[in-house]
Nanobody, 125 residues
Framework: QVQLVESGGGLVQPGGSLRLSCAVS????????MAWFRQAPEKEREFVAT????????YYAESVRGRFTISRDNARSTVFLGMNNLKPEDTAVYYC??????????????????WGRGTQVTVAA
């Protein structure tokens, strides 16, 4: 059974930075393409960023491109989301997700197969 456990959320001031981590277990990490989603209060869940199995290809939502960086450490079975220049509109629960298909994550085909429980990020003065 694949398990995804997020950490690193918290309260940060506008313009600040955070780094989220997601530890994966239950399946060889290299089998999985990874992605981050988020859901703000009273809003629909939205895609944030994805990275392919090797880490050689990434794709971002327009709203975070240039501010967020997704990366992975296959030796540690961990994916990261570095977030800089945070804005109040980035406030949301951030979910780590995984799927066997990188293409599906990039194209938004269906939903990722595996989800973490989420970590809260709050951007406020």
């Amino acid at each position: 059974q694949v398990q995804l456990v997020e950490s690193g959320g918290g309260l940060v001031q506008p313009g600040g930075s955070l780094r989220l981590s997601c530890a994966v277990s239950g399946r060889p990490f290299e089998d999985l393409a990874m992605a981050w989603f988020r859901q703000a209060p009273e809003k629909e869940r939205e895609f944030v960023a994805t990275i392919n199995h090797s880490g050689g290809s990434t794709y971002y939502a327009e709203s975070v491109r240039g501010r967020f960086t997704i990366s992975r450490d296959n030796a540690r079975s961990t994916v990261f989301l570095g977030m800089n220049n945070l804005k109040p509109e980035d406030t949301a629960v951030y979910y780590c997700t995984a799927d066997l298909s990188s293409r599906n994550l990039v194209l938004g085909i269906g939903e990722p197969a595996y989800w973490g429980r989420g970590t809260q990020v709050t951007v406020a003065a």
